[in-house]
């Protein structure tokens, strides 16, 4: 469980009939992985060899669904959305051995990767909510948005490092710290990857349509039907 503020772009797109439609999006974010790469080589760097592919989580998503908006008058509406459809994980990846004999102090989803449930399509659903002001009516307005995506059928991928947590670092030679890495217990683990996420964030909406409004305008002849388009 991890909160951080994170770059996650996206597009979606919806088309409306009134207040209901239906809509599709697209979004891709990274997720950080453990143990954290660059915390973990902190100390032991100088006498380590890495093989690395990747150090974060990568999910990239296109879901399709439908939604509805409710209109507050002044630009202001709120809408709910439920979407779903097909979710791609990549699981970080990398090794990390001792330069002199080779042994292994971690690795994540790299030699000892007992999973392919990554290189798989999940399935996904995605309920949010929004609330969206357009200035003066215009096509261009901004949104604030909380959603909780769910992935469905990941299998585990396998963890395996040795636990410097309890280690001294401070006042020993490059040797004696080499010396207590390779005794440190090993820990194994086994992880689904960021599955569930909640999002909380604010973006850009641009509206383009066309709405019809009937009327009366009088002249000196009578009185015509008047459109209004925008």
Do not use: C
Not at 37 to 61: A, C, G, M, P, V
Not at 90 to 99: C, H, L, T
């Amino acid at each position: 469980l991890a909160s951080t503020a994170r770059f996650m772009p996206g597009i979606s797109a919806g088309y409306y009939v009134r207040s209901w439609g239906i809509l599709a999006e697209y979004g891709a974010f990274s997720s950080p992985a453990q143990p954290d790469l660059e915390t973990y080589l902190k100390n032991i760097q100088d006498f380590t060899s890495r093989n690395i592919n990747s150090t974060e989580w990568k999910t990239n998503y296109f879901l399709a669904g439908i939604g509805y908006r409710k209109s507050f008058g002044s630009g202001l509406q709120a809408g709910i959305d439920l979407t779903g459809g097909v979710l791609n994980m990549k699981a970080p990846a990398y090794s990390v051995n001792d330069k002199i004999d080779g042994t292994r102090s971690a690795d994540v989803n790299q030699e000892t990767k007992t999973s392919t449930a990554t290189e798989n399509s999940l399935f996904a659903l995605n309920p949010g909510i929004r609330l969206e002001w357009f200035s003066a009516h215009g096509p261009f307005g901004f949104n604030i948005h909380a959603a909780y995506l769910r992935a469905f059928g990941a299998n585990e991928v396998s963890t395996y490092y040795r636990d410097p947590s309890k280690l001294q670092f401070d006042g020993l030679s490059e040797q004696e710290i080499r010396a207590q890495v390779l005794k440190a217990p090993i820990i194994e683990s086994s992880s689904r990857g960021p599955v569930s996420n909640i999002s909380f964030g604010a973006g850009i909406s641009l509206r383009i349509g066309r709405a019809r409004k009937s009327g009366t305008q009088t002249t000196g002849t009578g009185s015509e039907n008047q459109e209004i388009k925008h």
